[in-house]
């Protein structure tokens, strides 16, 4: 579904990886190796080089808001411009069934954004993203603020988002949730990928 | 023109004993804005008899070359006064460019209307009426493109996770910046907004009262100040939305992406 070759970010390349769809491919790496960026990069909100293929169409061929659409990107750092959370959302109606299922509270789009904890705006953001069920989803460490609990709900979304048939690409820095339900794991080192075995 | 009342010299070194009793309250409290006030003062004087000096050659020589020439350096001057007001400049031309450029279009065009259509001095671009009128003009168009653009970049700049949230959603690069337009149109137009509502009840704008001194009938003097306001308005409108337009033109691109990277590093403001 998601193919990318020759891809050159400011961390260096080139990367290539393909996702297919109902795969969860983990994307791991020392801190600082460019794993954001290559998610930023696929999402096309840096310029770079390289090819990225969404079933077999060049992403140049799609519109760039399209393309994100389909190409759904949900960075570390999430970004709020208006004060109450449902104001984020296109329709928040649709989001609310998510928003219950990555155990948060349904009235949770009354919040004001002010107050959110960082757990609650990852959870939130994520929301914000997935609600109209994007064909790859890009997770840039979707549970790292998040407590036991929450990582696990926020961990069957992405289960459930991978059994529709989702193609899905996520940063990890905890091994352990790579080998949890990763189909493969991917490893960045000096700008370069290379496949790890999906045992260890 | 009838009495109209010349003033000598001395009149203006009394006038000047005023400033010169501010200073020594300043020395006597050590304030510490003797020396700053003391520079300001003499700029202030050797700028003003300067201009006198070149506006009366200029009128003098009543050439349409010579008006012209001064108008383009009045633009180089606001040009640098807008780009040194920019905390995040952009890179290469597009610093000092695209204020400079906006403010001499909005500021050209609206002076032009005015000296053909309104004015009507004989000739048009007569340096009595052209000058006075472009330096105004420029003046408050360039302090409204300077501050929206300023606000422009600062706030892409702080809050560019925000912009990138929207774009990430499938929002157009126009969509995404809105609320950052809708607040650097709001900064670059609010002084021009504020001057019109104060003027006349808590201001007496300088042009009017000159003419009132001059011996012009005060309801004269008010249509001229009218006509000089709606100038300004509109120049200053014209001049910020061009400027932020461009603005956000350069700083996305063609795939929708916010291109912070077409910004030099901070500096800080002049």
């Not at chain 1, 994520?126 to 961990?155: C, F, K, M, Y």
């Not at chain 1, 988002?161 to 339900?181: E, K, N, S, W, Y």
Request: charged share 20%.
């Amino acid at each position: 579904m998601l193919e990318v070759s020759g891809l050159w970010t400011k961390a260096g390349g080139p990367v290539s990886l393909n996702v297919r769809p109902g795969e969860i491919v983990a994307l791991r790496g020392p801190s600082g190796s460019g794993k954001s960026l290559i998610l930023r990069a696929i999402a096309d909100l840096d310029a770079t080089e390289g090819s990225v293929l969404l079933n077999g169409i060049p992403r140049d061929r799609i519109p760039a808001p399209e393309w994100r659409k389909k190409v759904a990107l949900v960075p570390a750092e999430s970004g709020w411009w208006a004060d109450r959370v449902g104001d984020h959302f296109a329709d928040p109606d649709a989001a609310r069934p998510l928003i219950t299922s990555l155990g948060l509270d349904a009235d949770a789009l009354e919040w004001e954004v002010n107050r959110l904890s960082t757990g609650e705006r990852q959870r939130l953001a994520i929301a914000r993203a997935l609600v109209h069920d994007p064909q790859v989803w890009l997770l840039d460490e979707p549970t790292a603020a998040l407590d036991g609990n929450a990582a696990r709900s926020t961990e069957n979304v992405i289960r459930e988002g991978c059994g529709r048939g989702a193609a899905i690409l996520m940063v990890t820095h905890d091994p352990a949730q790579a080998d949890r339900f990763a189909t493969r794991s991917l490893f960045l080192a000096d700008g370069r990928l290379s496949e790890m075995s999906a045992v260890q | 023109m009838s009495g109209y009342l010349a003033l000598s010299y001395w009149d203006l070194v009394l006038a000047s004993g005023f400033l010169i009793l501010n200073a020594v309250l300043s020395l006597w409290l050590q304030l510490g804005l003797a020396r700053q006030m003391l520079v300001a003062a003499v700029r202030m004087v050797v700028q003003l008899l300067a201009v006198g000096l070149v506006l009366k050659a200029v009128f003098a020589a009543g050439s349409a070359l010579v008006t012209f020439s001064l108008a383009v350096v009045m633009i180089l001057f606001a040009g640098r006064e807008i780009w040194a007001r920019q905390e995040r400049r952009m890179r290469g031309a597009w610093g000092p460019g695209l204020g400079a450029a906006a403010m001499t279009v909005a500021g050209t065009l609206v002076v032009l209307i005015a000296l053909t259509q309104q004015i009507g001095a004989d000739p048009w671009w007569s340096p009595r009426y052209a000058l006075p009128l472009f330096g105004m003009i420029l003046g408050n168009t360039m302090t409204g493109v300077s501050l929206g653009l300023d606000t422009l970049t600062a706030s892409l700049w702080r809050d560019a996770a925000a912009v990138e949230a929207r774009l990430l959603l499938g929002a157009t690069k126009w969509e995404a910046v809105r609320p950052f337009t809708r607040r650097a149109m709001r900064s670059g137009m609010t002084p021009i907004i504020n001057s019109m509502a104060a003027t006349g009840v808590i201001s007496l704008p300088g042009m009017m009262t000159g003419q009132i001194f001059a011996g012009v009938d005060p309801t004269e003097a008010v249509k001229y100040q009218l006509l000089i306001m709606f100038l300004i308005g509109g120049a200053t409108a014209l001049g910020v939305v061009l400027a932020i337009v461009g603005g956000i033109w350069r700083l996305t691109d063609e795939r929708h992406r916010l291109r912070l990277d077409r910004l030099a590093p901070p500096t800080g403001p002049a």
